[in-house]
């Protein structure tokens, strides 16, 4: 099993350039979700789908959108990037309940 | 209001001896599962230790234990014997079940330096 898979691993961006964070598990995981780690804010959720063409929105959505078409995937897109949202981006799958999440490698994004 | 509270931004522990990092939650939910992640200077997040709602003894995992007190609603996690390998930061988190649909929420971490 490779788990929770992210790419790219690090990006970098222009200001009001859009692009999408690819995420995928093979664990045949119901819930899926996206989070920034910002120093000192700990990790904030900006959405999560509890299984496929299902999501809603987290702590911090705005500027990103999410789609979940099959169990696997789960794409975070950046609609029109800002340097607001340099940060690094997890992206983490569970079973629903009481399970713990496991979470991907990260990709550091730096919008410029 | 926090969901997931964690007061100690840095603590330092010396090797071989035992270490508490506090965590207090606030939930009206019944049904919540509660968490630690270490997250070490290479960035990924490791799952330590799981102690759900509903249960009555203390969660272990090895070196790490997690002091629940349901009625104060702390979730402390304790590392006995700390190891220089142990210095990382620190993540307290929750999951609601029944009243957010299975949401996570995260503490702002600890970041803990062992000293030799």
């Known amino acids: 099993n490779a788990g929770v898979t992210q790419t790219p691993k690090f990006q970098v961006l222009k200001t009001g350039q859009s692009m999408t964070l690819q995420c995928a598990q093979d664990?045949?995981?119901?819930?899926m979700s996206w989070y920034r780690q910002d120093p000192g804010m700990g990790l904030r959720l900006i959405h999560y789908?509890?299984?496929?063409?299902?999501?809603d929105q987290g702590e911090v959505p705005n500027g990103y959108n999410v789609s979940r078409s099959t169990t696997e995937d789960f794409p975070l897109r950046l609609l029109s990037a800002a340097p607001s949202q340099t940060s690094v981006y997890f992206c983490?799958?569970?079973?629903?309940?009481?399970?713990?999440?496991?979470f991907g490698p990260g990709t550091r994004l730096t919008v410029l | 209001a926090q969901k997931i509270t964690q007061t100690q931004p840095g603590m330092f522990v010396q090797e071989k001896e035992a270490v508490t990092l506090d965590c207090t939650y606030d939930?009206?939910?019944?049904?919540?599962?509660l968490f630690w992640y270490k997250q070490p200077s290479s960035g990924e997040m490791i799952f330590l230790i799981y102690?759900?709602?509903?249960?009555?003894q203390n969660a272990t995992e090895g070196r790490y234990s997690l002091n629940f007190q349901k009625a104060r609603k702390s979730a402390n996690l304790v590392i006995s014997a700390s190891q220089l390998g142990d210095s990382a930061m620190y993540f307290c988190?929750?999951?609601?079940?029944?009243?957010?649909?299975?949401?996570?929420?995260f503490g702002t971490g600890t970041s803990l330096t062992v000293i030799p």
């Open positions: 102690q759900g709602s509903y249960d009555e």
């Open positions: 983490a799958s569970s079973e629903l309940g009481r399970r713990t999440q496991y």
């Open positions: 988190a929750m999951r609601e079940i029944l009243r957010t649909g299975n949401q996570f929420y």
């Open positions: 789908s509890v299984g496929a063409g299902i999501t």
């Open positions: 664990m045949n995981h119901e819930y």
């Open positions: 939930t009206s939910d019944q049904s919540y599962g």
